[in-house]
């Protein structure tokens, strides 16, 4: 689309993914450097990635409904309508095809596609907050203590309308069954803050700015396994159409390929099914791979189990000592994976 001069002047470059256990032992390290040096990671803001796409489409000829929430979707032979509620008012449009993108607690993916749906159990309190020293290494940091703490940090890039001011986004694990406990008012934010700094101590003044639980939002994430991302005039995609946990950072990377592979389809087919039937050819094998792969790694973070974090904790930095399994890791953690040996 020729913004990637656009997109990495608000980003931040992100050149590993590094995770160290409370104790300090490194278990994680993965550069894209080892792949190409001309590789990285961008972490940026939604604001600003919304600011770039908003200017691009301004010279393109379209209609865009802001504040609108979809409530149904509907498909004839010929058509699709779509209807709207914006400001307690129900509105229905006429289109020629849909694409359902909203994410992966989608309530429009069509029920009869979908062959899985559930909730991870496990989910995070994240903030976005003024960089600070500590963390302006261009670096995905975390740190774990078993399978049940962890937190993270990722340099955001800056918004538009605050240049000057690099921003991170700081995460908190957390199960979904102690979110309602941490919205109450009588939570106890001081007591998470030292449980925080005793993870992790250098997060001291990052944290500084934040005095109640309420400036940390709750996301949730959902298993969401389809067997049809496509028919007739109506099409699933990102989240919406493969839901998994973002344990190894690919979702957003996952829906600009469907947006890719999409766009490629439709300018080379002659027809809705041709489109999707290269729609699924090209992105199937590596979004089964994605979701396998965090399914399987999500409890080594995110459990209450000390099996399966000792196991973590041993196997990690043996297969970064293994030349092999250490590209595939690279690998893997830049979306470059189609397979276990592809
Ligand atoms: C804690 C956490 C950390 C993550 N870290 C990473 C990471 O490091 N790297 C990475 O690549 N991915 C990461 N992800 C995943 C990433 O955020 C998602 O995969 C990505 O945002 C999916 O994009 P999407 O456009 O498909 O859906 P979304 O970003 O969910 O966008 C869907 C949009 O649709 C809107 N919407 C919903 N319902 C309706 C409706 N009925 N009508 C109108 N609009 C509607 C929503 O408001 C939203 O704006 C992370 C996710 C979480 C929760």
Redesign the pocket.
Known sequence: MGLYEAITHYGARIDALVGHTRSGRRIMNTSYGTLDTKLHGLGIHRASLCHVLSKHLQSLPHQRLMG????TVDTAEDHTMVETEHQGASQSFRFDAILI????H???RPAAWTRFDQLYPWG?M?SMQPMVNAFAAPL?QQRYHHASQMAGI?PTGSQPDKPGQPLASF?WSLPVSQMADWQHPDFDFSFWRQQALQLWPELETFLAPLSHQSQLLA?T?RDVIMDCWGKNRLGV????AHGMS?QL???????LLDARAIGKAVATSDSWPAVWETYHRQRGPQIRFYQRMSRWLTPAFQSHSRLVSTGRDLFFPLMEQIPWLRLQMVKTVAGLKEGLVD
């Open positions: 609108h929430t979809v409530a993108a909203n994410g992966s989608s309530q429009l995070a994240w995905l990722l995460f996301a994430y995609i990102g989240d919406a973002p950072g690919q979702g957003a990377n996952m829906a």
